[in-house]
């Protein structure tokens, strides 16, 4: 089992930084991906990045390539989302997520489906003006 808490999101204007963390307890050895997803208000659950804890390789949507970095440090148990260049639709709360996957892998669904997830977050609010 797995036990997921993200801190971090904030308000913040059109072209800003933010910084979120996902602390990970429980099973932190596992070799496990581990995922960052972002709900706007009225839309669907949509992959942001993840990252496969083994050794740290990212993937990432095309909306966020070149903007966000995802990555983790293993001392602390923590997988972090750098946010940079954000735009008014950035805004949504933003989960992370965990399932016993390789994140690049390309048998069957992808890592950005929720469903490969079998654990989460309660999510953190990130909100971008213009």
């Known amino acids: 089992q797995v036990q997921l808490v993200e801190s971090g999101g904030d308000s913040v204007q059109a072209g800003g930084s933010l910084t979120l963390s996902c602390a990970v307890s429980?099973?932190?050895?596992?070799?496990?991906?581990i995922g960052w997803f972002r709900q706007p208000p009225g839309k669907e659950r949509d992959g942001v990045a993840a990252?496969?804890?083994?050794?740290?390789?990212?993937v990432y949507d095309d909306s966020v390539k070149g903007r966000f970095t995802i990555s983790q440090d293993k001392s602390k148990n923590t997988v972090s989302l750098q946010m940079n260049s954000l735009k008014p639709e950035d805004t949504a709360m933003y989960y992370c997520?965990?399932?016993?996957?390789?994140?690049?892998?390309?048998?069957?669904?992808?890592?950005?489906?929720?469903?490969?997830?079998?654990?989460w977050g309660q999510g953190t609010q990130v909100t971008v003006s213009s």
């Open positions: 429980g099973d932190t050895a596992s070799r496990k991906c």
């Open positions: 997520a965990a399932g016993f996957f390789f994140c690049q892998s390309t048998y069957g669904t992808g890592w950005s489906s929720p469903l490969r997830y079998s654990y």
């Open positions: 990252l496969y804890s083994r050794d740290g390789s990212p």
